[in-house]
Every structure is written in structure tokens, then in C-alpha cells.
């Protein structure tokens, strides 16, 4: 585990001055348990920024779903998915990088929505307006919200 | 990792079965009088999906449950008083109102929300009971269709659900009604729009967990039309079909489309045992 993540952040930082750009929703190399090990934005998570993420409705909304302890300052949290407390200790950075994007690599038929995705869809509409789609849809959080929001997770260990 | 990943879907297993509520066992009877099948074993229809089904009720807190106990302390009520004026009113072109034919609305009325939607041989369709409503409205009265979520939709709507009150559900899905129902069921297990969520996901898989602040019930229509807190009025079904689809940032059916009356047909056959709960009050 620990030995993973230094490699890991190795590449991150290979990665972040090779490319410097961002990976395509459609380019995401998931491998075959659902990890993806290149950072979507090709630069380094904003911890504070992924905690907003988290908690707010209209962008990552994980609390409807989670219980986060760290973040019972906002209200209502979900029990639809597991509680988050030790994410940082359960999961590499790739892993939950693999989980955000498209849970469902992870987590076969997981009602977790992946959030960067754009397409395959079964009626997709114009946001929550119940009206369909007038275009190309954006993923529901950005590469660089994604990098946040794995950023902040990374930070939720046991003491 | 393969190993981590089992044990944290093992995990997720085991804490999202087991059903619990502040009061599972909480019991539903209305005036003191009419007494409510809120949780009885699920019809054979539904074996492998559920064992039980369970009305919305259980889900409720306490103050808005104990709301649905008196009809003087119901909200929704007042609607079902409205529909009763609309019963008795003259209306369209042929001079007629509701009673002109069907008399007492308690004697003609009573058992007909249970069974609805049902096949219609004159029709030859499913029809809902909105759609019954509207076609002797147009047809037999000659008066403007109502809206079919409208506010006067809803409350003759809820006039007539009152009729059956206690009765169990039984709404019949084989016969010439299996194929609009099994184009239901698969509707109820199709994931919609952006978020990838069925029914099923939220009223299957998670009944009885917290999405944010609301309760999850298992999306019964037993209920309906219920009285929502929230907006203070009364949701029909293809009213709360509607907003659940578009929460998972789909594009919605037409209320009254045959898609949405193929989904009520299926939705209210997996109540079938509880009992009709109409006017019911929910958050």
C-alpha cells in the first residue's frame, strides 16, 4: 500500500511535467479492477477545494450517499454508500481515482454515478430540468474537482 | 486490491439488507376505525426482489405519520371534500355531472382504486383511473379534459381513492394487461439520465437508507394521491413519477403517456396486499 502510493506520487509528479493536459473523459485507462493511475487534470488535488466538492449539492453532493465524520458540519448524510472515515487507509490514490470517474469498474452495477463520463446514457436530460439534453453533456465534476476531491479523501485515515 | 474490493462490497452486503426504522412496527389506523395493512409479505410477482412490501407510511417521521391517523388532522382531506362539490356539479355540454350516473360515490366508487390501473375491454387498453375520469368528462359529459396532474385531477382523484380505504391493493397484471405490464417492469429497472439510477436502485436496493435527508420507502402508490407537506398540495402518481425521474437527471415522461402508464401499472401491482392509503400525507 504505502509502497504503491510513492511510486504513485512519482509518476504523478513524471506525468504532471510530461503532459500537463488533461486526460478526456472518453480516454480514462481504467485497468482491470476499475483503478486509474494518471492524474485526469495532470496536476496535483486541492484538498480544501475537494472538501467543498463533497458537500456541495450541485457538485459532488458524496454526502446525500455518505456519512463523512470529518464533514458533519453540513447536514444530512446519506447511508446509501459506506461511510467515508478511512478512505485515505482503505484506497490508493488510483483506486479512488478509478471509483470517481466510473465507480462501476470498481463496484459491479454500483448505484455510485460516475462522474466523469459523457456518454452511454439512457435518456439523459438538461441537467435536473426533466427536459432532454440540448448537447454534448459535461461530466459531472471536472478532471481538476476529481483530482480535489481524491486529494481530500487521501487526508480521511485513522489518527 | 481484488481482495480489498470483495471485502468492501461484502461490507456494503451486509449493513444494507435488514429494514429499520425508528418504529418498524408502528401501526396505521385511521379514525380509529379503518385499519391499515402498512406491511404484509410481498405478492409472488415479486419473488427474488422483495419479501415484504412496506408502505411509505413506515417511513415517515412520527408527526407527519400521526397526521394520516385522524381525517381532522389530514391536510388532504380538504381536496377530497373540493372533489366531492365536483361530484355533484354540472358540467359540459350534455347538462350531466358525475352523480348523474354513478349515484353515491361511495357505493359506485368503493374498490375502484384498488383495482386500478386495469385493462378497459371497450378500450382495449390499460387504462388508469385519471384517464377513466377524462374519458367521462369528454366523452359522456361534454367537458374539457382535466390536466392530468392539475389540481382538479388530483382531488376527484382523491375523492374516489377515499372510496377504498383499507381495501387491499389488487391490481390484476396477467390477462391482456401483462404486456404494458412487463414493459413496466422493465421501465422500473431501466437506469435514467446522467446518474444511471433506477427505481429499483433507490426503492429496491435502498429502502430504509438515508439519500440525504429523505427516508427512502420502497416507491409504493398505495398512497396516493398523497398530500405533500413541502407544497402543501396533492401529488398524483405520474406527478411523483415524473420528479423521480428527472432527479436522476434524466428526461422525463409525459404524465398520461403510455410509458408512464405502463410504470404506474407495474408500480402498483408491487403494492398489491397493502392497503389503499389515499389521501396520505408525506414530507
Redo the contacts between chains.
Sequence with gaps: MRLTTITLAATLTVAGVATAGTVAPGDVAFDE???VEMSLSGAAGDAVNGEKIMVTKSKG?C???HAVSKLSYA????????QLDWAGD??SQA?LRGILANA?K??EGS?M??FYKVDG?????????????DGP?DP?LSAQDIEDVIAFLMTLKEE | ??I??LT??A??LL?APAFVAADEDAELIVNGEIEMVTKTAAAPHLEGALDEVLSGWLFRADETQSLQADDFDNPGMIFVDQGMDDWGTVDGSEGKSCASCHGDVEDSMAGIRAEYPKWNDTAGEVRTMAQMINECRVDRMGAEAHGYTSAKMARMEALISVQSRGMPVNVAIDGPAADMWAQGKEMFY????????SCA??HE??YG?????DH?SQGHINGFPVYRLKNAKLTTPHGRF?GC????????YSPGSDDFVALELYVASRGNGLSVEGVSVRN
Design positions: 479492477y476499475g483503478a453532493n454526502v446525500a450517499c447536514p444530512f448524510h446519506g447511508e446509501v454508500g459506506p482503505t484506497w483506486e462501476k470498481t463496484f448505484v454515478p460516475a446514457f439512457v435518456r439523459p436530460g438538461k441537467g435536473y430540468t426533466g427536459k432532454a439534453a453533456l459531472l | 486490491m481484488k480489498k474490493a468492501a462490497i461490507a456494503v449493513s431501466s437506469r435514467t439520465g446522467q446518474l444511471e439510477l436502485s433507490c436496493e435502498n437508507n438515508r439519500i440525504r435527508s427512502l415524473k425521474v428527472r432527479d436522476t437527471r434524466a428526461q422525463t
